[in-house]
């Protein structure tokens, strides 16, 4: 599984997919960033939320770099079971570099307010990843290998990027049918720290909804192996 992970990885360098997204973030990062000093945790909590969409994207493209023949024979030679989650943990491999690359920028351009910076670090971290395993499942979702055309996976990509804007606002009549993303933004906008219970749920809650995700994407591609 690890020599399958790292030629995923390759590929997806060697192939010239990783262009458009790494503009994308930069882009991104650079109009998020570029109007001055912020507290860390409140400047970690949006770039997170700005990064999800891009963060699903890179996803959806490491999963659908591998051609269809050869991700069949990838499953005869280790399994269903060890395939898919091969394409899942090469797809979080890319989001996290995006993740590190998003908490250094703003720090090394300045953006970032130095007294807020120890607990901000943390907090941006704890932010980043929960958008990064929500988006993580999106992508693979939205992969070929679910949706089988490219005109069905941009649609899948799409909604959740849209529905997560529109149903993560305060007041939502369904929250939970989306990530915490705005949610973990709106905890982290204030001087004061974040509770740690509510944290927790928020934790909790961009867990059980990627499990839920992946679950329905390994079905998926059982069904239509």
């Given amino acids: 599984m690890i020599a399958l992970i790292r030629m995923r990885l390759t590929a997806f360098l060697v192939s010239g997919r990783v262009i458009?997204?790494?503009?994308?973030?930069?882009?991104?990062?650079?109009?998020?960033?570029?109007?001055?000093?912020?507290?860390?945790?409140?400047?970690?909590g949006y770039s997170a939320t700005v990064l999800f969409p891009v963060l699903a994207w890179?996803?959806?493209l490491v999963l659908d770099t591998e051609?269809?023949?050869?991700?069949?024979?990838?499953?005869?030679?280790?399994?269903?079971?060890?395939e898919g989650a091969a394409g899942v943990l090469a797809a979080a491999i890319v989001g996290l570099a995006v993740c590190v690359l998003a908490m250094i920028v703003p720090i090394a351009i300045g953006a970032i307010s130095f007294s807020s910076l120890v607990g901000g670090?943390?907090?941006?971290?704890?932010?980043?990843?929960?958008?990064?395993?929500?988006?993580?499942?999106?992508?693979?979702?939205?992969?070929?290998?679910?949706?089988?055309?490219?005109?069905?996976?941009?649609?899948?990509?799409?909604?959740?990027?849209?529905?997560?804007?529109?149903?993560?606002?305060?007041?939502?009549?369904?929250?939970?049918?989306?990530p915490p993303v705005l949610a973990t933004a709106r905890a982290l906008n204030g001087d004061a720290l974040p509770d740690p219970a509510?944290?927790?749920?928020?934790?909790?809650?961009?867990?059980?909804?990627?499990?839920?995700?992946?679950?329905g994407y390994a079905w998926l591609r059982r069904r239509r192996a």
């Fill in 20 to 44: 458009a997204p790494a503009v994308a973030v930069l882009a991104v990062l650079a109009v998020l960033h570029g109007g001055g000093t912020s507290p860390a945790a409140s400047a970690y």
């Fill in 58 to 60: 890179s996803a959806k």
């Fill in 67 to 82: 051609p269809d023949v050869q991700r069949r024979l990838a499953r005869i030679s280790i399994g269903a079971g060890a």
């Fill in 121 to 178: 670090l943390v907090l941006g971290a704890l932010a980043h990843l929960l958008a990064l395993v929500a988006a993580v499942a999106l992508g693979a979702l939205a992969s070929r290998a679910v949706t089988r055309s490219i005109g069905k996976g941009v649609m899948v990509l799409a909604t959740g990027a849209v529905l997560y804007i529109v149903l993560g606002l305060k007041g939502s009549i369904a929250p939970w049918l989306v």
């Fill in 198 to 215: 509510r944290l927790g749920v928020l934790s909790a809650w961009a867990a059980g909804w990627s499990l839920v995700v992946l679950a």
